[in-house]
């Protein structure tokens, strides 16, 4: 089978008689069918004719196992090819509910037509879509990086009745510059890759497998998917010792700041002293002076440096009985009064 599910003819030489060649026509060349995900489309080369004009129409049957040649109709497969120009026969044109069952055993024969000319039919191979299909990668596929994982969703290659075949799927992922790693099967199309790396860059592909419960021990394996890459993000204890990181390192800045901050107090204290030294002020009577330097400035200076009055306490003795007059009077030299003595 070729690329994409393409099953060439097998080659057969056609010996025509001279007597025949004015009732037939050429065979179609090279025909072959693509079979690839739900696809099913027979094409062939066009038959040529250099002494006719007339277009060359082309008939296509089909035969299961156990039944005779049929029509390719819209009654039995969905599209019409029993007498079209074109060097096709999309047998899936109608919709995937059309076409041949993915599990039956299919053959086809085609043939070219011109007027009441009709060409030798070419056979194909037998085929059987599910044993004999090429299955594409998975699609829409979705990548959420997580913590230390990848979260990895996506849709099957193609609808499939899951009562005959299912799809299993591998995951081929690797560290960006690192060693290829495969993990699988998984019967889900959800897959979470987790133990990864945080803050590390993978890239990673998808592939589908084919199980067919007609044949347990042939699974057909499909195309990878395009390689795309992610960042995994931090898991919890990273995020605790990103925090912890974090407190040690602005605790440790403010320590540095603070004593940064001591010791250039410390140099430099009389510039420090200088710059919040407030600056003297002029007397306010000079001030005015200045303004008005014909006011009495000097009066004004000798009226408020006035000295004040002294504040002086009197004390006055009246009379004194003799003995108290002498015992009173050893008081007053034992303790004599601050005011009076200075007064004396």
Known sequence: MGAHGHIPVCSQSQQLKLSDFLSQLPAPQHPEIRLYNTEQVLSWEPVVLSNDTRPVVYQVQFKYTDSEWSNVDVKSVGVNCTQIAATKCDFTAAGLSKGFQMDFKVTLRLRAKLGKLRSAWVTMPWFQHYLNVTIGPPRNIWVTP?????????????????????????????????????KGPFQSNFIVLDDLKPFREYCLQVEAQLNWTQKKDNLKSGHLSNTSCYKTTADASTKLQQVILISVGIFSLLLVLAGACFFLVLKYRGLVKYWFHTPPSIPLQIEEYLKDPAQPILEALDKDSSPKDDAWDSVSIISFPEKEQEGDLQTLNQNPDPATSSRK
């Open 146 to 182: 997580g913590e230390g994982s990848l979260i990895i969703r996506f849709s099957s290659p193609f609808d499939i009745d899951t009562s005959t075949a299912t799809f299993q799927y591998y995951v081929h992922y690797r560290e960006k510059a690192g060693v290829q790693q495969i």
